[in-house]
């Protein structure tokens, strides 16, 4: 069984500081995980993708995650935060079995405070 | 990454009758999937379908209210059927990536009167 927990529904930050969203996995086997963004009423746009390569990932728009197994966590963050990262990003979770399902974490609202 | 349309974006349909969405993608694939994002919540999937065999569906979704066909390897439709305003979500489809990622469709909203 697999499982995502974002650990905040919202999350605010003045522009230009630092963004932080957490997730934590759970995955019997070996997971990858990713970070979506859906701005509103847009579609899911990917920004990354950790798949037991490099453990810090480097994704779109100056975002970057880091697969820490030992915590089981892939948090996002942004070293400075833009107007136009305000959106709802989600994390995802898959396993590399033949049946390439997906589990969604509940989202994160983050809000950008000019 | 694959590009992927919706048809139709958006539409208003009264409870008892049914809606057809389409998804076109512009490359061959093999997995497609369904998805429902209701109102303010994550994204639930609905089912897989793969071309030449039945959709298969998650826990809580079946066929007669769902559903899907796939004709070919560019082409899907799910249908909902006898609408109610709890079926009011966003409908999502998504292709398999080269590798376990999903690239998804704008969505169709749909809102049930």
């Known amino acids: 069984a697999q499982s995502v927990t974002q650990l905040d529904s919202h999350v605010s930050v003045s522009e230009g500081t630092p963004v932080l969203l957490r997730c934590n996995y759970s995955s019997s086997y070996s997971p990858s995980l990713f970070w979506y963004v859906q701005h509103p009423n847009k579609g899911l746009q990917l920004l990354l993708k950790?798949?037991?390569?490099?453990?810090l990932v480097k994704g779109i728009n100056g975002f970057e995650a880091e697969f820490k197994k030992s915590e089981t966590s892939f948090h996002l963050t942004k070293p400075s935060a833009h107007m136009s990262d305000a959106a709802e990003y989600f994390c995802?979770?898959?396993?590399?079995?033949?049946?390439?399902?997906?589990?969604f974490g509940t989202g994160t609202k983050l809000q950008v405070i000019p | 990454s694959a590009v992927i349309s919706q048809k139709p974006s958006r539409d208003i349909c009264q409870r008892g009758t049914s809606l057809t969405i389409q998804c076109q993608v512009d490359?061959?694939?093999?997995?497609m999937f369904w998805y429902r994002q209701q109102p303010g919540q994550s994204l639930t999937l609905i089912a897989t379908a793969n071309q030449g065999s039945e959709a298969t569906y998650e826990s809580g979704f079946v066929i007669d209210k769902f559903p899907i066909s796939r004709p070919n390897l560019t082409f899907s439709t799910l249908t909902v059927s006898n609408m109610s305003p709890e079926d009011s979500s966003i409908y999502l489809c998504?292709?398999?990536?080269?590798?376990?990622?999903?690239?998804f469709g704008p969505g169709t909203r749909l809102t049930v009167t």
């Open positions: 995802v979770v898959s396993y590399s079995g033949g049946y390439q399902k997906v589990t």
């Open positions: 998504s292709v398999k990536g080269q590798g376990s990622e999903q690239y």
């Open positions: 950790y798949t037991s390569a490099a453990t």
């Open positions: 490359s061959q694939v093999t997995m």
